[in-house]
């Protein structure tokens, strides 16, 4: 990078222009998308204005014009600017030449936010190299013409015929060569036409043996094989329309079964997620089943030991009761015989009182 002293804008206080020669392309480029539209300061309102310029000529400078060529005048009248339609006065202002030669004042162009060319619309910044979107290599590239997938042939790393085979796109577009490669016929598929005459196949735009454009530029072309290649273009714009409509309805049940194939294994993913909150809920309400039968069987049998013990304290009762009623018989009847003694008793007692008087009396 080689930047050159910078020089005020014509009208325009404290306003400058700077002039930088990059090395490379890829630099350059860079340098645009970080200072293109970005504000020199947190400040300030004003942003940074990047322009591409293939010329600059100075009128009037007595510095050093190292590293700078200057171009002759092309005519005594000097030119104006597209944008404000005054005259390019060098003597006053600095002019700036973009790359498709249109020049302008530096105060004009530096209003302009686009970077196209404000006259032609020409894009200042160049197209970057294409590269193979998987291994970034810029050899041997190939480009799917139904969905714009860059890969590398199958002598690099063949991740377009791996795009084939993923997405089932049959038709890729060899940018060197702008030829279309059938995967599936696995030739190319516009190249070669078939003659209606002998049925042979003519390739189409055949290279010159004389000539470095294709057949038809010199006077050595079959007139046969001119024939049939302008009796058949029609003939291949139908076939390619029909081509692209049988790719295109290809990749519409392609797309349809990958939809099914999602939707199928979103409804068998719903239902195996429904099977095991089943069969969770099933295991615990077997579980809680199993609880309850054990408890089932324990209350049983504690009710069946309970039944036993009752039985038998019924037998005891009974027995103790016997027993009791046995006793208060035994009771009564020694009371009764007592009774009968006392009574027995209390008669032998009268009957000697009543003896003891008799005896006194006497």
């Not at 645009?32 to 942003?47: A, G, I, K, P, T």
């Not at 516009?190 to 002998?198: F, Y």
């Not at 324990?298 to 009710?303: A, G, H, I, K, R």
Request: charge should be negative.
């Amino acid at each position: 990078m080689t930047p050159f002293p910078p020089f005020p804008n014509d009208g325009m206080v404290d306003r400058y222009s700077v002039l930088i020669r990059f090395d490379t392309q890829d630099s350059t480029d860079k340098f645009y998308r970080h200072y293109n539209n970005r504000q020199f300061s947190s400040l300030e309102d004003e942003v940074c204005q990047v322009l591409f310029t293939v010329d600059v000529q100075f009128t009037g400078y007595t510095g050093s014009l190292d590293h700078v060529q200057c171009s002759p005048a092309s005519s005594t009248e000097q030119p104006s600017c597209p944008v404000c339609l005054e005259r390019l006065d060098r003597n006053a202002s600095g002019i700036l030449t973009t790359i498709c030669n249109h020049s302008f004042h530096c105060s004009c162009i530096s209003k302009w936010t686009d970077s196209s060319c404000p006259v032609c619309r020409y894009c200042q910044q160049q197209p970057e190299k294409s590269t193979c979107f998987i291994c970034q290599t810029s050899e041997n590239l190939w480009i799917c013409v139904i969905c714009g997938f860059v890969g590398c042939g199958r002598y690099k790393g063949g991740h377009a015929i791996i795009h084939w085979k993923e997405t089932q796109h049959c038709y890729s577009l060899e940018l060197e060569t702008q030829r279309v490669w059938d995967y599936v016929g696995d030739n190319y598929v516009h190249r070669l036409i078939q003659s209606k005459t002998d049925g042979k196949l003519v390739e189409l735009n055949a290279h010159c043996v004389h000539a470095n454009d294709s057949c038809g530029s010199c006077n050595c072309v079959d007139s046969g094989n001119s024939e049939v290649i302008l009796s058949c273009e029609a003939e291949i714009v139908n076939e390619y329309n029909e081509l692209l409509r049988t790719q295109l309805e290809n990749q519409k049940l392609y797309f349809e079964t990958l939809l099914q194939q999602d939707n199928e294994e979103t409804e068998r993913a719903i239902a195996d997620a429904v099977n095991k909150a089943f069969m969770q809920k099933r295991q615990k309400m077997q579980a809680k089943l199993e609880r309850c039968v054990k408890e089932k069987r324990f209350l049983e049998d504690l009710n069946e030991n309970l039944l036993k013990n009752q039985e038998i304290w019924k037998a005891k009762l009974l027995e103790v009761e016997e027993r009791e009623k046995k006793a208060l018989r035994t009771k009564d009847d020694k009371v009764q015989a007592l009774e009968e003694q006392l009574r027995d008793l209390m008669a032998q007692l009268e009957a000697g009182k009543t003896v003891g008087e008799d005896v006194n009396m006497k």
